[in-house]
C-alpha cells in the first residue's frame, strides 16, 4: 500500500489527538496498521454486499 503524504499526516494527526496532544515523533508501521483494519473494512464490504442483495431482490422497496 502506497501512502501520499497527505494519508501520513492525516495518520499523524489522529494518532496525536488520540494521545492528548502528543508531540513526539511518530512512526506508521504499514503492516500492523492493515492488520488492525482489515478486519473492520471486510465487515463493512460484507454488509454493504448484503445490503445491495437485499435490495436488489425487491425486498428494500415494501
Known amino acids: 500500500m502506497k501512502l501520499t503524504s497527505e494519508d501520513e499526516h492525516t495518520?499523524?494527526?489522529y494518532i496525536r489527538a488520540a494521545?492528548?496532544?502528543y508531540t513526539g515523533r511518530v512512526g506508521i508501521w504499514m503492516e500492523r496498521l492493515e492488520l488492525l483494519?482489515?478486519?473492520?473494512?471486510?465487515l463493512v464490504?460484507?454488509?454493504?454486499?448484503v445490503a445491495?442483495?437485499?435490495?436488489s431482490k425487491g425486498a428494500g422497496n415494501a
Open 45 to 49: 464490504v460484507r454488509m454493504a454486499l
Open 11 to 13: 495518520i499523524e494527526q
Open 52 to 55: 445491495a442483495r437485499y435490495e
Open 37 to 42: 483494519n482489515m478486519a473492520h473494512s471486510k
Open 19 to 21: 494521545h492528548g496532544g
